[in-house]
C-alpha cells in the first residue's frame, strides 16, 4: 500500500489540531494593550502546542519520504500518534484556563510523552514493515527520538516541584528539535547520486 493516503489524512488531522487550538484563544474584550497581555498566556500555550505539532508534522512528512510501502500495523501506529495529538488542545487549554496549575502541567507533559512514545512506536512498526530498512539506515541511532521521552519524565517530575520549571523542560525539548534535522535529506540525496 502506498503512503499518500496516510499522509494526506495525517495533514489533515494535524490541520484540524491546530484549527481546534487557535479557536481556544481568547480574544480580548478591550480594544488595549491591557487587556491583550492577559491573553499572552493563552497566546503562549498555543505557540509551545503549535511548535509541538509542527515538529511532528516535519518528522512524520520527513519519515513518509524513505518509506517505500505501509501496512495495516502502520496505519494503526499512525492512528496511535494521532490520537495522543489530537488531545493537545484539551491539555493545552487546561494548562492555560488553570494559569498553569501543577496538575494540568503535568497532565501536558503526559500528554507530551504519550506522543512522543507513539511515533516512537510508529517509527519500530514502520521498520519491521518494507522498506523499514531504508527508515533504519536514514535514522540512524535516533539519539533525539531516544532521549526525548526521558526529558518529557524529568519535566514531569520537575512539575511536582514546581510546574514553571516543568513548562521549561517541555520547552527544552521543543527547541532541541527545533533544530533542523537533515539525517532524512541526507540520507535521499545520497540515495539519488547513488543512483545516477
Not at 501543577?102 to 510523552?113: A, E, S, W
Not at 516543568?166 to 537533515?182: I, M, Q
Request: charged share 15%; proline share 4%.
Amino acid at each position: 500500500m502506498r503512503t499518500s493516503r496516510l499522509e494526506a489524512f495525517s495533514d489533515g488531522v494535524l490541520a484540524i489540531i491546530i484549527t481546534i487550538m487557535v479557536l481556544e484563544l481568547n480574544v480580548p474584550e478591550e480594544p488595549s494593550l491591557h487587556a491583550l497581555g492577559e491573553s499572552a498566556t493563552g497566546f503562549l500555550t498555543y505557540a509551545l502546542s503549535f511548535v509541538y505539532v509542527g515538529i511532528y508534522w516535519n518528522n512524520h512528512h520527513h519519515m513518509f519520504q524513505v518509506v517505500e510501502a505501509i501496512t495495516g500495523s502502520v496505519l494503526w501506529a499512525n492512528l496511535h500518534l494521532l490520537f495522543w495529538l489530537s488531545l493537545f488542545p484539551f491539555s493545552t487549554a487546561w494548562m492555560d484556563d488553570t494559569g498553569f496549575a501543577r496538575t494540568p502541567t503535568l497532565i501536558y507533559g503526559v500528554n507530551l510523552l504519550l506522543a512522543a512514545l507513539a511515533y516512537y512506536a510508529l517509527v519500530l512498526t514502520i521498520y519491521r514493515g518494507p522498506g523499514g530498512g531504508r527508515l533504519r539506515q536514514a535514522l540512524g541511532a535516533d539519539l533525539k527520538g531516544r532521549l526525548s521521552p526521558l526529558m518529557y519524565i524529568a519535566g514531569i517530575l520537575l512539575c511536582l516541584l514546581n510546574p514553571w520549571v516543568g513548562l521549561a523542560a517541555y520547552t527544552v525539548v521543543a527547541v532541541v528539535w527545533l533544530v533542523p534535522d537533515r539525517r532524512v535529506e541526507r540520507f535521499l540525496a545520497e540515495d539519488e547520486a547513488d543512483a545516477r
